[in-house]
């Protein structure tokens, strides 16, 4: 995760994607349309989904077995859905660089947060 962020940061100042941070109406305008691009990102892998549902939803309707079906259209969306997680990545690493996050620091600690949390798979007594 260090080398991602070290390498998007880079990547970044290089074709100036970089979160602009002259000062701060800059930086407002910048943060604001950065996560609007990656919230259009994270709708892009939705949309790799729903592409393969519609080929299941095709092939069952000619008869094929909803699972084989699924098996296939995943197979096909495959590298898609890796360019668009990939692009995600690269907004998200953005954002962590502006803020100046360890993100593979913080990610283990969230991690370690959320399988702790008090409210976590709670059941109703039977
Ligand atoms: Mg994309």
């Known amino acids: 995760m260090r080398e991602l962020q070290k390498f998007t940061e880079s ?4 074709l ?11 930086t407002k305008e910048s943060l604001l349309h950065n996560y609007m691009l990656l919230t259009t990102e994270v709708a892009e892998v939705a949309e ?5 549902f519609n ?3 095709k092939e069952a309707e000619n ?15 495959k590298k898609d859905v890796g360019k668009e997680l990939a692009d995600c990545i690269a907004y998200i690493c953005k954002f962590a660089n502006f803020f100046e996050i360890d993100l ?16 976590k798979n709670r059941k109703l007594p039977t």
């Open 104 to 119: 593979e620091e913080t990610f283990y600690e969230k991690m370690d947060e959320v399988k702790n949390r008090s409210n």
């Open 11 to 14: 990547y970044q100042r290089e």
């Open 48 to 52: 790799e989904f729903r592409k393969a």
């Open 55 to 57: 080929m299941v939803y």
């Open 63 to 77: 008869g094929m077995d909803p699972n084989a079906a699924f098996a296939e259209a995943k197979s096909l969306i």
């Open 16 to 26: 100036n994607w970089h979160i602009n941070d002259e000062n701060y109406q800059q």
